[in-house]
């Protein structure tokens, strides 16, 4: 039986034990305790619930703790034990290296976020039901009062009915709700993908970032990261399509769509650096930004209304001087997937540009080394405007790949 059918029942048994002259009174009293007794009951059954994951999820860590005991890893030990005194103390949240790189601990995380989201969609189901039972059987007592020409009573059920309908968390329930189910009528993708390829495989421990897009996890509203660093981006208002190059991608509108990675010391690559995507640009008409850190910091890319790249990185620490730019030279075409890469080479000072798997400029590097920032990581949105089109495999490196690995990072990320 549905929370709503059995709220309707129970308020219905009590109506008929109220005296007829409190009637009114005592029926919108009883029906807003049941509610809040309800909700309680609700509240109590997660929390019971997310505790006892977590005392399986400490547990857990505490078993990779005495695994590193007898490896004699003391700054695993340590790492670990920090781990689990935080999590006892709050809702676990996603761990960055260096123990996001632990298979093990990778995928523990992993499940724990997927039975914690659990929990969520469980707990604003069984909200939204109840709230809907309230509501109608507020409806009902409103309907009554009309009928019996007691309006100003009528009208006091009728703000009440209002003040459920705006409720904010309860409309945040209720899109958690409605995004699952649009989830689960879109056509799936195939899961993030590990680096299987040999050039991948390669720089696994140099990748600090690879946004495929072939999943959106709508309820944490996050698109996973499959490097080790797990730099998770969120999305504001970019909207998730499965037309990508490879799988399904990110578009943006060129207004205040983005998606923000954040500022993990993995993304803070001051030395040899590697960025590389495939970029669908709808229009070429102003100077725009597919990808943002901080052009005086560790990099950023704008795309110019002539269909050229440049690339900015210094030694600032932000967006300001001193900073190199290096343009592409080539233009890449409107409407159609390009793949591009940009090579920070500071070991052997030198900056490329590659499209398709092809170098297309080379310059003297300026700096030996850039500056970080304490600037985000975005997606679609930076300093010059906001980028119109689809980006997908988003890949980052703390490593300047030569020539080779990025022909066979291009084959492996959708090319020809």
């Known amino acids: 039986m549905k929370s709503c059918d059995f709220f309707r029942i129970t308020l219905t048994a009590v109506i008929f034990w109220i ?15 049941y509610l809040k007794m309800q909700t309680e009951v609700i509240d109590q059954r997660f929390h019971h619930e997310v505790e006892s994951l977590k005392r399986m999820y400490i547990g857990s860590i505490g078993n990779l703790a005495n695994q590193a005991v007898e490896e ?7 790492l670990l034990r920090e781990t689990m005194r935080k999590f006892e103390e709050e809702t676990p949240e996603p761990v960055g290296p260096p123990l996001s790189e632990n298979p093990d601990f990778a995928r523990l995380q992993d499940t724990w ?7 969520l969609q469980n707990r604003a189901e069984r ?27 009528a009208l006091t059920v009728q703000e009440e009915r209002r003040a459920v309908a705006a409720n ?44 495929s897009f072939d999943r959106f996890e709508r309820m944490r509203n996050r698109v996973p990261d499959s490097s080790r660093a797990r730099n998770h981006g969120v999305p504001h208002g970019a909207e998730w399509v499965a037309r990508g190059k490879k799988g399904a991608a990110m578009q ?22 590697t960025i590389a995507f495939w970029i669908y640009p709808d229009v070429l008409d102003a100077r725009r930004n597919p990808l943002n850190k901080a052009y005086g910091g560790e990099g950023t890319i704008t795309l ?8 900015y990185y210094g030694t600032a620490g932000g967006n300001s001087h001193p900073y190199q730019g290096f343009n592409s030279e080539k233009e890449i075409p409107l409407r159609e997937w390009t793949h591009l890469a940009v090579v920070r080479d500071l070991t052997g000072g030198k900056l490329r540009w590659y499209m398709n798997g092809e170098q297309v400029a080379e ?37 300047a790949l030569p020539p080779e690995d990025i022909q066979a990072l291009y084959r492996a990320a959708g090319g020809e």
């Open 252 to 273: 943006f509108d060129g207004g205040q769509d983005r998606v923000v990675v954040g500022n993990d010391e993995s993304l803070q690559i001051t030395g040899d650096q």
């Open 19 to 33: 005296a007829p002259a409190d009637l009114f009174a005592a029926e919108l009293e009883e029906f807003k305790d």
């Open 72 to 78: 004699g890893d003391l700054d695993k030990v340590l």
């Open 113 to 119: 976020q997927r039975l914690y989201d659990e929990q």
């Open 127 to 153: 909200m939204v039901n109840l709230y809907q039972g309230y509501d109608q059987a507020l409806e009902q007592l409103q309907r009554r009062l009309t009928r019996e020409g007691q309006i100003e009573k």
């Open 304 to 311: 110019e209304p002539d269909g050229r790249l440049n690339y």
């Open 363 to 399: 310059a003297d590097a300026q700096f030996d080394r850039a500056r970080a920032s304490s600037a985000p990581l975005v997606l679609g949105r930076g300093y010059a405007g906001s980028f119109q089109g689809m980006l997908d495999e988003v890949m980052i490196f703390s490593a």
């Open 168 to 211: 904010e968390e309860l409309q945040q329930m209720r899109e958690m709700i409605k995004a699952i189910r649009e989830d689960a009528d879109t056509p799936r993708m195939p899961a993030p993908h590990a680096p299987v390829v040999p050039v991948m495989n390669k720089y696994a421990p140099q990748l600090a970032l690879h946004l």
